[in-house]
C-alpha cells in the first residue's frame, strides 16, 4: 500500500475542518480524528527509533547475495537465453548469474546431501527471499506512514493555533536539534526548512558555510559525530567460530557414528571396564571430534575473506567539500554539515538538502521500491540517502547521517551476506550425488555381507576365535559387534560421497578473491572468478583502461589556426579570450582550490575536464573570478548518447550566452560561423569546415581526443521567464560560433600491448569500445596491437557505433565476431554489441565507469567496473572492480579464472581417487575376507586427508604461464575429462590391487608367518593403512600437474602445499607410533616404513607412464550418451 502521498488528504481534510460552515460538533470530531493521528505518528516514530537501536540484534541476517546490491532492486529485466537455464539436468546451470529461483530450487532437491547447513552455506537461501521482501517493505511502509502520520499532526496543530515546536530543543553546540534534521528530508518537511531560515539558515545552525563546508578538523569531526551521530549503520556480526563447530556437527553421518561411538563406549565400559573398554567407542569419537573440529577451523577461516569483501564493497568513496577544498573521503566519515558535490551515477551518501543545482534528477526507486526519479529544485530540495543521480549535478547540505535516515534503517535491516551458488558448485554437486550413490551401494553391500558372516559365525577376531557363537555370545557382545560393522559402513558412505567436493570450489574461490584483491581486483559476485576462466571476448574503454587517463591539451586550434604552443595567449585575440575562459570556467564540473601560501592550484573534476581546467589556467584564467561575472540560469550536464554539454549563462550587462562543449566534429556540425584572427565572427564557409574537419582527423590519427568550445548568444526575449520553462527548456544547439578545438594527448598504459598479446594467445578477443573519435580508437587499437595494423582498419573490423546500431538483428549477428573496434558508441551500442557476441555463444566480459554502462555490465557475462573513474551506479551492477582501471588487471582476472577451474579439476582427480579406492578395498575385502583392512577411525583419518587437507594443499596452487597458451574453457565442457578419467583409474586400479593383495597375501609377503595371528593381522593391517596414506600424499603431488610429466616444477614455490604436505607426513608418523590404541595400529619397523612409502611412491612414475597413453578427444561422456541414444533408437 502506497502511502506517500497521504498528505493531500490531509490538507484537504483539514481545510474541511477548517470552514465556517461546517458544525462546530464536526469539526470536534474532526479534530478528534487529527489527535489520534497525533498520537499514532509518536507511537510510529517510537517504534522506528527503537528499531533502529536494536536492528543489529533483532533481524535476522539475510544469508544469500542479491543480485544487485540495491535492496530495491526487483526482478532482472535482462534477457536469459535459452541455452543458458535449459541444461539436459538440474545441475547442468551454465550461468547462475539471474538464473530464475525455480532453476536453484532444483537442484538443491536433487543433489545428495549428507550436512545441509554446510553444503548450502555459500548459496542462495531460498527460504529467506520472502522474509528479505517484507523487512524492506517493512522499513519503507514505517517511514512512509511516520512521514504521513507527521503531516496530520502538522495540520491538526496548525488548524488549533498550536505554534509551538513538533520537535525536541537543540542541543549540543549547535542551534538545531537532531530529531529536526533528520525529520526535513524524511518528511521533505519543506515549512520546517523555511522556518530555519532555508538552507542557509540550516547551514548556519549546523555551523557549515555552503561554499566551504565543515573545517575538517579532527576535534569538530568528532563533536559532530557525538552530536548528529556517525554514517554507519549497526551491521550483523560475522558467524563465530563456534557456529561453525555447530554446523560442522550436523554432518547426518558423523551424528549416526557419534551414536554408535556412544553406545559402543557404553558396552565396552560395561564389559571390559573403563580402563580397556572405553578404547574402541573413545577412538571413533576423538576422529569425529577432530574431524569437526578440523572442518570448523578451515571454514572458519574461509569466511574471513567474505567479511572483508563485505566492508571493501560498502566503503564507497566520495568527494566533500572542507575548508574549502575538495577531498575524497570514505562515505562512512561523511558528518553533518559536509557539503557534498554530486553528479551522474554518484549515491547520495545521507540525507540532506539541496544547495544548488543544474538540471540534477535522483532516482529514489532505493526507498520508494520501483522506478522513480524526481526533479531536484528549490522547490524540492531534499535528497534521500542511498538514491542515485540520474541526471545532472549539484551540492547538498548534508543534515542527518547512518541510522538517522531511512537508508540506514533499510541497510541495517538487510545486512548484506554472500549466499550465491556458482555454475562450478551447482554442477560439483551433480559429481558428488553421482559418486555419494555409488558410494551408498558399496556401504549398503558392505553392511548386509558382514552383518549375515557376523551372525552366521564367519567373522573372527584378530586372534583367530568365531566372533558370534549362537546360545553362547552374550546380548551385549552382540550389540558391540554389530555396532562396530555399522560403524564402518557408515564410514564408508563419509568417505565414498565428496560432500567436500562442491565446498572445494569456494575454498578455491576465497583463495583466489584475496589474491586478485592484492592484483587490484575487488570481486563482488563469486561467480565472475570462474566465468573469467570461460571468458571469449572482452570488450573494453579506451580510456583510463586501455590509456592512462592522465590528459594534456597539446594541440589548439583557434581563430581559423593551429595556436603553437597551445597556450600562446598572444594569438588569442582579447574577446576570443575573454569568451573561451567563461566557457571554460562555466560550462565544466570540475573545481579549482588555490590553497593559503602560494602553493600549487588543486584542480578537480573528470580527466578530461582537467584538461581543459588546466589549459585555461595557462592562458591566464583566474577560476573565481571569471565564473562571478556571470550566473549558470540552465545547464545541459554531458552525457554519453548526445557526447556533448553546454550551459546558458546570465552576464552582469544582462547579456545572455549559451555555452556548449563536446566531441568536436559534432559540435563543428552545429556551427554556422567562427572567430577570426582579428577576433571577429567569420561565416564558415565550405574550406574552413573542410579545415576543421582535417585538423579533427590529424589530431585523431595522432590518438588525441578532440574536444570543441563553441558558444552564441541569446535574445533577453527568448530566455524561460519563470522556473518551470527554464527547467524544461532545451538550450538551442544550432548557429553556434566556433571558439577552439583542442587536442588532449592520454598516453597508452605501459605494458598494454603486452596485455593484450596474452589474451589474443589464449584465445580471447579485445574488442575497444570508445565514445572517441573513430580515427583516435583506430591509432589506439593500433599501438594497443587490438588491430596489427593500418590495414586491418577497415569494416567490419572498424566500426561506428551508429553504423552498428542502424543494422538488423541478424546483420549484427554476422558482424559481431569481427569488430575489433567500436567508435563513437553509445551506452546502447554497447548493450547490442554484448547481446549479439551473447547470441553468437560468446562468454563476454565488459569494462564500464559510466551510469548509462549499467545495462551492458549487467547483461555482460562478466561486468567489469572501473574502481577509480566509475560511478557507484556502474559499480554496483558489476561482478568485478578494476581497483586501478588497468587491463592488465584484467588479464591478471582471466588467469585467475582458468587457475580456479583448474584447481578444481585438480581436486576433482585426487578426490574421486579416493572415494573410489577405499570403499572398493572394503567392500571387496568384506565380500571375499569378512573382515576390512581399514577400520572407522583410519577411514576418517583418510577422509580428513580428502576433504579438508587436499583441497588446501590444491587450492592455493598459483595460475601458471601454460593456463594463458589454451584455449578457454567451454562453459559446458566436462568437468572430468578424459585425461582425468584415464589418471584417476589408473591410480585407483594401482591402490586396489597393491592394497587388496596385501590384505589377501600379506601375511605371506612380509614374512609373518612366525607372528601370531593377532599380531600379524594387526601388522598387515597396519601397512595397508600406511601405505594407503602414502598413496594419497603422492596422490596429491600427481594432482597438481594431470597432463604433464614433471609435477615437482614449482611445488617448492608454494609453501602452503608443502606445509600440508608435511604435515600429513608428521601426523601420520605420530598415529603409528603413539595413538595405536585409538586407530587399531601398531608400530612398525623401518623396513615396513620404507615398504610403505616406496608403494606411495610408485604411484609417481605410475602417473609418469599414464600420461603417456593417449585419450581420445570427445569426452567419453558423449560417446557414452551417443551409445546409449543408438540403442535406444534400436529399441524404438
Partial sequence: MDLSGRGGAVGVWVMYCAREDVHPQNQSQAFIVLRFFHLISKFIMM????????????????????????PEAGNSSREIYEDEVNGPGPFDIVRTKGAPLDQLQRWRQTALVLNASRRFRYTLDLKKEDERKQIIA???????????????????????????????????????????????????????????????????????????????????????????????????????FWRFLWEACQ????????????????????????????????????????????????????????????????????????????????????????????????????????????SL???????????????????????????????????????????????????????????E?????????????????????????????????????????????????????????????????????????????????????????????????????LVRRLSACETMGSATTICCDKTGTLTLNQMTVVDVFACGKKIEPPDNQSLLPPNVMSLLLEGISQNTTGRIFVPEGGKALEISGSPTEKAILQWGINLGMDFDTVRSKSLIIHAFPFNSEKKKGGVAL??????????????????????????????????????????????????????????????????????????????????????????????????????????????????????????DNLQTAKAIAVECGILGSNGDATEPNLIEGKAFHAMSEMQRLVVADKIKVMGRSSPNDKLLLVQALRKKGHVVAVTGDGTNDAPALHEADIGLAMGIHGT???KESSDIIILDDNFASIVKVVRFGRSVYANIQKFIQFQLTVNVAAPIIDVVAAVSARNVPLNAVQLLWVNLIMDTLGAEALATEPPTDPLMHRPPVGRREPLITNVMWRNLIIQALYQVAVLLILDFWGRSILNLEDESDDRAFRVKNTLIFNAFVFCQIFNVLNARKPDEINVWKGVTKNRLFMGIVGLIVVLQVIIIFFLGKFTSTVRLNWKLWLVSVVIGIISWPLAIVGKLIPVPGRPFSDLFMKKLRIERESRG
Wanted: aromatic letters at 6%.
Fill in 138 to 240: 517493512k522499513i519503507r511502509m514505517h517511514a512512509q506512514v511516520a512521514r504521513s502520520a507527521v503531516l496530520f499532526q502538522a495540520a491538526g496543530e496548525g488548524v488549533n493555533g498550536n505554534s509551538h515546536s513538533l520537535y525536541c530543543e537543540p542541543g549540543g553546540d549547535f542551534d538545531v536539534s537532531l530529531n529536526e534534521l533528520c525529520s526535513m528530508p524524511q518528511e521533505h518537511n519543506l515549512s520546517l526548512l523555511e522556518q530555519h531560515g532555508g538552507v542557509k539558515g540550516v547551514a548556519d545552525k549546523v555551523k557549515s558555510n555552503l561554499e566551504k563546508g565543515v573545517s575538517g578538523d579532527e576535534t569538530e569531526l568528532i563533536n559532530r559525530k557525538k552530536a548528529f551521530g556517525s554514517n554507519t549503520y549497526p551491521q550483523k556480526k560475522g558467524r563465530s
Fill in 47 to 70: 517504534n522506528l527509533f527503537a528499531m533502529s537501536k536494536v536492528i543489529g540484534d533483532e533481524v535476522k541476517n539475510s544469508p544469500y547475495r542479491r543480485y544487485r546490491n540495491d
Fill in 421 to 521: 551458488e556458482t555454475p562450478l558448485q551447482v554442477r560439483l554437486n551433480g559429481v558428488a550425488k553421482f559418486f555419494g550413490i555409488v558410494g551408498l551401494a558399496m556401504a549398503v553391500v558392505d553392511l548386509i555381507v558382514l552383518v549375515i558372516s557376523y551372525f552366521i559365525g564367519k567373522t573372527s577376531n584378530p586372534g583367530g576365535q568365531t566372533q558370534f557363537r549362537a546360545g553362547q555370545t552374550s546380548i551385549s557382545d552382540s550389540i558391540d559387534g554389530f555396532i562396530k560393522i555399522f560403524t564402518i559402513s557408515v564410514t564408508i558412505v563419509v568417505v565414498a560421497v565428496p560432500e567436500g567436493l562442491p565446498l572445494a570450489i569456494t575454498k578455491m574461490l576465497a583463495y583466489s578473491m584475496r589474491k586478485m584483491m592484492a592484483d587490484k581486483a
Fill in 650 to 771: 546570465k552576464l552582469s550587462n544582462s547579456e545572455f550566452h549559451v555555452h556548449w562543449k563536446g566531441a568536436a566534429e559534432l559540435v563543428l556540425a552545429s556551427c554556422t560561423y567562427y572567430m577570426d584572427s582579428n577576433g571577429c565572427m567569420a561565416q564558415m564557409e565550405e574550406d574552413k569546415v573542410s579545415y576543421f574537419k582535417k585538423a579533427i582527423e590529424d589530431m585523431a590519427a595522432g590518438g588525441l581526443r578532440c574536444v570543441a568550445i563553441a558558444y552564441r548568444s541569446y535574445e533577453m526575449e527568448t530566455v524561460p521567464s519563470n522556473e518551470e520553462e527554464t527547467e524544461n527548456w532545451q538550450l538551442p544547439e544550432e548557429d553556434l560560433i566556433l571558439l577552439a578545438i583542442v587536442g588532449i594527448k592520454d598516453p597508452c598504459r605501459q605494458g598494454v600491448r603486452d596485455a593484450v598479446q596474452l589474451c589474443i594467445d589464449a584465445g580471447v578477443k579485445v574488442c575497444m569500445v570508445t565514445g
Fill in 872 to 874: 557507484e551506479v556502474a
Fill in 361 to 419: 534528477a535522483i532516482d529514489e526507486s532505493s526507498m520508494a521500491g520501483e522506478s522513480k526519479i524526481v526533479h531536484k529544485d528549490p522547490r524540492a530540495p531534499f535528497l534521500m540517502s542511498g538514491c542515485k543521480v540520474a541526471d545532472g549535478y549539484g551540492t547538498m547540505l548534508v543534515t542527518s547521517v547512518g541510522i538517522n535516515t531511512k537508508w540506514g534503517l533499510l541497510m541495517a535491516s538487510i545486512s548484506e551476506d554472500n549466499g
Fill in 251 to 358: 554432518d547426518t553421518t558423523l551424528i549416526i557414528l557419534m551414536v554408535a561411538a556412544a553406545a559402543s563406549l557404553a558396552l565396552g565400559i560395561k564389559s571390559e571396564g573403563i580402563k580397556e573398554g572405553w578404547y574402541d567407542g573413545g577412538s571413533i569419537t576423538f576422529a569425529v571430534l577432530e574431524v569437526i573440529v578440523y572442518t570448523a577451523v578451515s571454514d572458519y577461516q574461509q569466511s574471513l575473506p567474505f567479511q572483508n569483501l563485505n566492508k571493501e564493497k560498502q566503503n564507497i568513496h566520495m568527494e566533500v567539500v572542507r575548508g574549502g577544498r575538495r577531498i575524497k573521503i570514505s562515505i562512512f566519515d561523511i558528518v553533518v554539515g559536509d557539503v557534498v558535490p554530486l553528479k551522474i551515477g554518484d549515491q547520495v551518501p545521507a540525507d540532506g538538502v539541496l544547495i544548488a543545482g543544474q
